[in-house]
Structures are given as C-alpha cells and as structure tokens.
C-alpha cells in the first residue's frame, strides 16, 4: 500500500500555537499514566525519546519525574514553542531537541524508552514509512527497551467529513476535509486566526493522515526487529476529545506496546 515518500504535515507556526493551545487535552491526561508505567519497565535508566514530541506536553511530565529525553519533530514551529516550554530543562543537559523526520532520526546514545502520541505517526504515508520510523526506534533503543505509541482508529477520522468552526476569545478557526474508508486516508483544512492583540496568528495548514490496523502495525513492528506486548490501558484511553468519538463507547485509538529484544 505504498503511497507517496512525503511526510508532507509539518506544522506551520500559526497552527503550532493553535494546537497547543486546543488539541493537546488527551496528552495532558495520558502522559502521566505512561510515564509511570514506563519507570516500572526493569533495567530503566530514565532516558527516553519522544518521536514527534510537538510542543513539549509529554516531555514535561517525564521531565517531572525525573527522566533525561530528546525530543523529535520535524516541525522547527512546534520544536520552537518545546525549547520555550523546556528551557530551563534544556540549559540544564536533560532535555534536547533534535529537528527530523520521524523515519530518519538518529540519537547519540540508546535510550530505555521510546514513545508517540496522539496519532503523530498516522501522517506516515505507507505501511513502509511506518516500519522505517519502527527501525529507526528501534535503533534508538537499548537492548529490553520499550516502544509505546497510540495510532487512530477510524472512527476518529470520520468527523473530518464536516465543517466546524472554533470561534472563541482566543480563535476563529474552520476546519473541513474528507475522510474516504475505502482508501483509508483523508485530508484536513484547518484555516483561520489565533490570538489576540498583537500575538494574532494565521492559521492555516493541510493535514493528510492514513489508517492502519493491527495488523498492519504489528507486522511492521515485527519487521522493524520489535516484539509486540499486551498493555493494560484502555477505556478513557483510548477515547479522543474530538467529534462524535468523544461521546460514544467507540475507541477512537489504539495503543500499541512493543520491545527490543
């Protein structure tokens, strides 16, 4: 199911600040859980990577708690507002950031965790690009390290078939796209304003995403030298703040756990 090479869903300044400051409610509540499930993984070093870490919400709560992690994204925007957030972290030699692609990022030395969240890796365009971002993990990581990220389901995706509208203090901002089952892939327009006075912003960003199911991700995880683990999250864990999805029983993501031999 190769589709095109390109990411192509860097975030743009004006929508960095938007979503920080509208989309990031799940990672603020999940975090925590899956900072204090990975300090129980014997032979942790506290020492992670966080693949597509955006603005730097999960980064605080292992900062937190004590861990030393890079942060990767290939957006210079949303890496820019995770310096601010983290400088004291940074100043400090436990917080780094490195600007990549999620397929491509190298670390200086292993880590014993690796983690993505919020279906960052959902932007990956081909069961192929997602494996490359899995080898790249994969390499990051020391021997017995765990691999912990979230993908979406479809049932997150299919609100994209609407037109809504944020109009707030703070933004005024339209959101339309489509969503297709079929080819399991959709694109998203996110256009308006956010902020106020003199810190207004231009939003203004297309995002492309594609589906995958289990058996997709764990096929590459295995491929990627990975061995998939049962995890016991679930419930509000798995439940998205967007759209019908937010209100219904339907899981919209799935959570994925995996480790290197």
């Known amino acids: ?12 300044e004006g929508f ?17 859980k899956l900072v204090a499930h990975l300090a129980t993984v014997p032979g ?8 597509c870490c955006g603005t730097g919400v999960t980064a605080a709560c292992f ?28 100043e400090a030699g436990r917080f780094s950031v490195v600007q990549s692609d999620a397929r491509a990022f190298r670390l ?18 081909s069961t192929e690009d997602l494996q490359a971002c899995f080898s790249a993990a994969h390499a990051a990581l020391a021997p017995g390290g765990e691999f912990v990220f979230d993908l979406y389901e479809q049932t997150h995706f299919l609100h994209w078939n609407n ?8 933004a005024v901002v339209v959101k339309r796209g489509v969503w297709d089952t079929d080819t399991r892939t959709g694109m998203l327009r ?6 106020a ?9 297309t995002l492309t995403s594609w589906y995958y199911d289990a058996e997709d991700v764990t096929g590459a995880l295995r491929a990627a030298g990975f061995e998939p683990l049962p995890h016991d999250f679930g419930g509000e864990d798995l439940k998205c703040d967007s759209g019908s999805c937010s209100r219904t029983a339907v899981p919209c993501r799935a959570i994925y756990r995996a480790r290197k031999p």
């Open 190 to 195: 996110v256009s308006g304003v956010f902020g």
């Open 163 to 170: 037109v809504t509208l944020t109009d707030t203090d703070e």
């Open 44 to 51: 942790t070093d506290r020492t992670a990577v966080d693949i």
């Open 63 to 90: 900062l937190d708690a004590g861990w030393t992690l890079h942060g990767v994204d290939g957006s210079k925007s949303m890496l820019d507002l995770a310096r601010a957030r983290h400088a004291g972290a940074i």
């Open 197 to 205: 006075g003199d810190r207004v912003q231009r939003v203004d960003q």
């Open 16 to 32: 960095a600040s938007f979503f920080d400051n509208s989309y990031t409610g799940w990672v603020n509540r999940f975090s925590p």
């Open 1 to 12: 199911m190769r589709k095109e090479a390109t990411m192509g869903n860097y975030y743009s």
């Open 108 to 125: 200086p030395a292993p880590v014993s965790a690796c983690v993505s969240m919020d279906g960052a890796l959902n932007h990956l365009p």
